[in-house]
């Protein structure tokens, strides 16, 4: 029942991360505002990232591959906010 629970629930932060990832993405193309555009894609990666766990046998939050995958995301938000800010 565990196993099922958590698999709905990595479902539903999959397609909210997929979801904000492509208004994040609508609103880059109407202002060509780069922050939009990572946080967008910021959100892409999360969202494939989370429904990359429901098709691993044994998932692991800690294995170095998920966990890259996530820090790579987060840098590039916090890559656009300097770059936003320093303009």
Known sequence: MGAMINGFLLGIIATASLTSGTFFLKFWRQTQDRLFLAFGVAFIIEGINRAAFLFLEAP???????????????????????????R
């Open 60 to 86: 692991n939050e800690g294995s170095v591959l998920l966990y890259s995958i996530r820090l790579a995301s987060f840098l590039l938000v916090l890559i656009a906010i300097i770059n936003k800010n320093l």
